[in-house]
């Protein structure tokens, strides 16, 4: 259904809905969207200087008709016709050479001003915290850094200049008929309402198509964004939804073509009316001046009728795009605002004024009475303290949800305590450079992200100068160097999309690898809770033994194995730490590490065992 419309006037284009989000224009909102503009000013005042020039010059060639009827063609005069005949397209040839310099300022300036935009979007989003991406739509993000902004660089291309142009040109012409016979230039004062009303009529018409258009385009993107991505092919193949999704899609994309019919048919009525109005205004004006002409106005030409018939041509353009200019002036502020929106965001995790920049790290880390919620009224860490001595390991052992990558998650300041707080070598985390702690901290996720490109392009993201040796040496740290020599293309092989071309454990390996060109002072290695065969599972044991024995580590532990590698084990459960100490003395206390004992970790050393045996009969 399409939207409903509003009533008469300008804002009868705009729907209900977005009648009701209409941004309050304020002069703080003004002033901003002008500050935008200021950078540019020399290139302004140049455009500006362009929109008269040629609003004027687009009017000469019709105040000149009556010099061409009237002194060349009635007067016989074959000079005077050759002359203004020459004028006249000297005149239109330089206002369309001018029309071309005003566009490409123009476009230079929008284009700059969205560039600036883009960038300060971009630099600030970097800036925004984890709580704000895992909070926000991704597509509302892409949307405002997109669709948003190129709106902005319209409103610079179009709004602005279609007030200044249309304003001018209307002046002049107004002007220019009232001076050749009044009479005639109020008729056409009225005739131009009367025909604004109609076209007015189709414009709103189309509008309403043109939304409903734009809400198909989104549900059939919406759809082939779902459908097209690897988990989301994943689902409807394992589903067998194939017939479902194709009959969405093609319900959606039958409702656009009728759309697209309906809009082209209301344009086509839109240019009936539009003919019809421009021919009756002439007509008019011929017949009250003739009569002038014949009857009363002896000075009245043929060629001042022909100027003014002319000029009121040129005057429904101007009206048209005026009395429409109030919508598109307020959805552009609507999208201003919601641009300036995100740009006022506060960020959250930021430098504090003369962070602390220590010369080295050690990694040793210390949560004192630490509290921490990700909404206000849920609570998801209470009271946790523990120290992590440099060259050290902790284990984090618990329950799925008890809180252990929250935990982490505290460390490189991906969060912020809520209560307590948190050190890196002694200071607190919020007191150091953000770019130190975070150099310092490497982290080898549960799933681990790898970008769409090469192997080689995802370990230099770690390290962007680290040689072809450095990255040899890393890959056989962390145990997939062997894969990669095996693979044609060697470093240069594709990991696809999300990394998904590699296995799990092959991409946790890649990850590892990433790590360790970065070598930081704390590990941390969330490990995956998927269940990797034993093979790929001795394989990580193998990259990350090393690692843990020559560096501070924390270890989100789920096999038994990587949970005896560390020198202490933490046991959280709902957010709290509720046992410490070895392996050997948490067994026997019967709380829930015992209970994690019997229920997971012994029963992943049977199959580790069983798999092993296996493996060895083979
Ligand atoms: P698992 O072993 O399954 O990975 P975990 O112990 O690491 O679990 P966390 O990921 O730390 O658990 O989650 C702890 C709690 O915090 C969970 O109840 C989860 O629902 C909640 N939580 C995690 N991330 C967020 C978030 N970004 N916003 C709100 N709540 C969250």
């Not at 310099?101 to 300036?109: D, F, L, Q």
């Not at 002439?282 to 017949?287: A, D, G, K, S, T």
């Not at 505290?410 to 607190?428: A, E, H, K, N, Q």
């Not at 990587?562 to 709380?591: C, F, M, P, S, Y």
């Amino acid at each position: 259904m399409p939207p409903p419309l509003g009533g008469h006037g300008a804002r009868g284009f705009m729907s209900e809905e977005e009648k009701a989000s209409l941004p309050k224009v304020t002069p703080a909102l003004l002033k901003r969207v002008f500050s935008c503009l200021t950078p540019y000013w020399k290139q302004l005042i140049l455009t500006l200087l362009c929109i008269i020039l040629s609003s004027v010059f687009i009017l000469l060639p019709s105040i000149l008709t009556g010099k061409i009827i009237d002194e060349g063609l009635i007067g016989r005069n074959l000079s005077k016709l050759i002359f203004y005949l020459a004028l006249s397209f000297a005149v239109t040839l330089g206002a369309n050479l001018i029309q071309v310099a005003e566009s490409y300022i123009n476009t230079w300036i929008a284009q700059h001003i969205t560039f600036d935009m883009r960038n300060t979007m971009f630099t600030h989003l970097q800036k925004m915290s984890q709580r704000f991406f895992t909070s926000n739509n991704q597509g509302d993000i892409i949307t405002r850094m997109t669709g948003d902004i190129s709106g902005v660089e319209q409103v610079v291309t179009s709004t602005f200049s279609s007030i200044l142009s249309n304003s001018i040109t209307l002046v002049v012409a107004l002007v220019a008929m009232f001076r050749k016979n009044w009479i005639l230039a109020l008729l056409g004062i009225i005739i131009v309402p009367a025909f604004t009303l109609p076209t007015r009529r189709a414009g709103k018409t189309r509008w309403s198509i043109t939304r409903e258009a734009q809400e198909c385009t989104d549900e059939i993107n919406g759809i082939l964004n779902e459908t097209m991505s690897v988990s989301g092919q994943l689902l409807v193949k394992l589903f067998c939804r194939e017939d479902h999704e194709y009959g969405k899609y093609r319900d959606v994309n039958g409702r656009l073509i009728r759309l697209h019919i309906r809009e082209s048919m209301a344009g086509r009525w839109f240019r009936v009316v539009l003919s019809l109005f421009t021919n009756i205004g002439p007509m008019l004006l011929y017949l009250v001046g003739g009569i002038l002409m014949m009857r009363y106005d002896s000075s009245l030409t043929v060629g001042d009728i022909t100027v003014l018939v002319a000029l009121l041509g040129k005057t429904y353009g101007p009206v048209n795009s005026l009395l429409n200019i109030q919508v598109e002036w307020m959805r552009s502020m609507a999208l201003f605002t919601r641009i300036f929106e995100y740009f006022d965001m506060p960020v959250e995790i930021e430098n504090i004024p003369g962070a602390l920049v220590p010369k080295k790290a050690t990694g040793s880390v210390k949560f004192t009475h630490v509290d921490f919620s990700y909404e206000p009224d849920r609570q998801i860490l209470k009271d946790v303290n523990f120290t992590l001595e440099s060259g050290h390991s902790v284990a984090i052992v618990g329950p799925s949800g008890s809180g252990k990558s929250t935990i982490i998650n505290l460390i490189p300041r991906l969060y912020d305590v809520t209560g307590g707080s948190v050190t890196f070598d002694g200071v607190d985390v919020r007191h150091l450079d953000l770019a130190f702690l975070r150099r310092n901290v490497g982290v080898v996720t549960q799933d681990s992200y790898l970008f769409n490109g090469t192997i080689r392009e995802n370990l230099l993201y770690a390290r962007p100068d680290a040689t072809e040796q450095d990255l040899l040496d890393a890959c056989g740290k962390a145990n997939i160097l062997d894969f990669i020599l095996a693979q044609p293309d060697g470093l240069d092989t594709m990991v696809g999309n999300r990394g998904l071309k590699l296995s799990g454990g092959e991409k946790q390996r890649v990850s590892i690898a990433r790590v360790l060109l970065k070598d930081p002072a704390l590990l941390i290695f969330d490990e995956a809770t998927s269940a990797l065969d034993s093979i790929s599972e001795s394989k990580i044991q193998e990259a990350i033994d090393p690692l843990i024995e020559s560096r501070t580590s924390i270890l989100i532990a789920h096999r038994l194995s990587t949970i005896l590698a560390a020198d202490e084990i933490l046991v959280v459960k709902e957010g709290q730490i509720v046992e410490r100490g070895q392996h050997r003395d948490l067994v026997k206390a019967g709380g829930v590490y015992t209970e994690l004992y019997e229920t997971q970790f012994s029963r992943a050393l049977e199959n580790e065992d069983t798999e092993q045996e296996t493996g060895q009969e083979k």
